[in-house]
């Protein structure tokens, strides 16, 4: 099968230039000036004209909910949102139910997406206080890496004494995530505000519950650890203008052992917008501050947060509707998150580059991912299509995750997702699905 995408706008490696780009099979067969194939030997050709091609998004930070959630997702829906969405390969958290926490669930989980999910994957392990054993026995060729839960979790997954931790980061042969909250810290925050609100605690005062000192006091004791063990360490979602000291941007991504991601809603969303949004936009760590979204943003450009990711973790809407106290936290973004980073360029907040480094190139990088995250002669042909001209409103009702809403609802994006290749299939194509083939397992050259 061979597929010649003419005279389209490659977004790689810093640069935007016109090119065909020949897919053959699985691969990115070549990559040359407009015009310089004949299109009489291949076996579908696409204008490209006037639209722009980038490799396709890998996302480091989902939750899928199977087994176990799968009234709120299943990795079969949200690997097909997530592709709908420019996201070709995902890592998958381990709080679902059974917890990831042992080699048989965390088999099942990759047993299951070989199955059914479009998109290319990974899983990780979680840490709890007592399975270093299962840590020290997995495979990091095939596993993108060990989750801690320094805050809020569920089960036997929230892990704060300090014998675990040292043992964890002593013995991690990979990347260390990090949830960085407090507990401690946001249940005597959580008491206090509850007893100011008898009656039921305001959304608004979610993230003053979970405020910046709850995210530094964990993150700078993730980071301490990473330093007196030389861990490599990725703290995910940093949401506070006070933890970014904590990073730094001296030594070139390949180098560095201490690394941070930043999601969407943290770049996009303020606490402004929960008297219009309400729970929608109850995440963990919380949506802050306008100051603090403006930190965290400048921190990426300035290359102090290394990759871009959603966090992706999607409740039913009947649980967002449930009072602050009950409402879980989290939201369904796979689908919308590159629409609203292309929208942030529009904005002139970002560039197309930037983003397309941020979310493909960085991850492929920090997580040590062969021959993905680029657009280059002989990689896997993980691309995406994009109208940057052809706006449209976010709506639930259009929503492919299971759960059938979004956080956008109502949001007027003007670029659009057109279609979505992975390895080499155009899986996702306006609309319209190829779901005889399925993603890969993602490999990790450590």
């Given at each position: 099968m061979k597929t010649l995408i003419q005279n389209v706008q490659v977004v790689n490696e810093g640069k935007i230039i016109a090119r065909d780009v020949l897919i053959q099979d699985e691969k990115i067969w070549d990559i040359l000036p407009p015009n310089s194939f004949n299109p009489g030997w291949v076996?579908?050709?696409?204008?490209?004209?006037?639209?722009?091609?980038?490799?396709?998004?890998?996302?480091?930070?989902?939750?899928?909910r199977e087994p176990g959630l799968t009234h709120k997702a299943e990795i079969a829906t949200e690997a097909k949102a997530a592709v709908a969405g420019g996201i070709t390969s995902f890592m998958e958290m381990p709080n679902t139910v059974p917890n990831t926490v042992n080699l048989d669930e965390l088999?099942?989980?990759?047993?299951?997406?070989?199955?059914?999910?479009?998109?290319?994957?990974?899983?990780?392990?979680?840490?709890?206080?007592?399975?270093?054993?299962?840590?020290?026995?997995?495979?990091?060729?095939?596993?993108?890496?060990?989750?801690?839960?320094?805050?809020?979790?569920?089960?036997?997954?929230?892990?704060?004494?300090?014998?675990?931790?040292?043992?964890?980061?002593?013995?991690a042969k990979t990347i260390v995530a990090t949830h960085c909250e407090d507990d401690v810290l946001i249940a005597e925050r959580y008491k206090t505000i509850q007893a100011q609100f008898p009656s039921g605690i305001p959304i608004d005062q979610h993230p003053i519950i979970r405020n910046d000192e709850a995210c530094y006091r964990s993150s700078s004791k993730a980071v301490a650890l990473a330093k007196k063990h030389d861990a490599r360490l990725h703290v995910l979602h940093i949401s506070t203008a006070k933890e970014i000291d904590l990073f730094d941007n001296s030594l070139p991504l390949s180098e560095k052992r201490i690394t941070a991601e930043a999601c969407l809603h943290h770049l996009w969303f303020s606490d402004q917008d929960y008297s219009r949004l309400g729970s929608r936009i109850k995440w963990n760590p919380a949506v802050k501050s306008t100051h603090d979204r403006a930190a965290v943003r400048q921190a990426l450009i300035d290359g102090k947060i290394d990759v871009l990711a959603t966090d992706h973790a999607p409740h039913t809407s009947e649980e967002k509707k449930l009072p602050y106290e009950k409402c879980p936290s989290g939201g369904p973004l796979v689908q919308h998150a590159l629409p609203a980073a292309l929208e942030l360029v529009k904005q002139g907040v970002f560039s197309l580059e930037f983003i397309v480094q941020k979310y493909c190139h960085n991850v492929a990088i920090l997580y040590q991912i062969p021959n993905r995250g680029f657009i280059r002669k002989g990689y896997q042909a993980d691309c995406v299509l994009i109208d940057m001209h052809s706006p449209w409103m976010a709506q639930d009702e259009h929503s492919l995750y299971k759960c059938q809403w979004t956080p956008f609802h109502g949001t007027t994006f003007h670029s659009r997702i057109l279609k979505t290749w992975v390895n080499g299939t155009c899986v996702y194509d306006e609309g319209e699905w190829n779901e005889t083939i399925k993603g890969q397992s993602l490999i990790f050259s450590r």
């Open positions: 076996n579908v050709v696409i204008d490209g004209t006037g639209k722009y091609l980038i490799p396709g998004c890998i996302d480091d930070q989902v939750h899928f088999a099942k989980k990759f047993d299951r997406a070989q199955q059914v999910s479009l998109a290319n994957y990974s899983f990780y392990l979680g840490a709890t206080h007592d399975n270093i054993d299962q840590i020290k026995a997995m495979d990091i060729k095939h596993t993108c890496g060990i989750k801690i839960f320094m805050g809020s979790s569920t089960g036997n997954m929230l892990v704060d004494d300090e014998s675990s931790l040292n043992e964890i980061f002593k013995h």
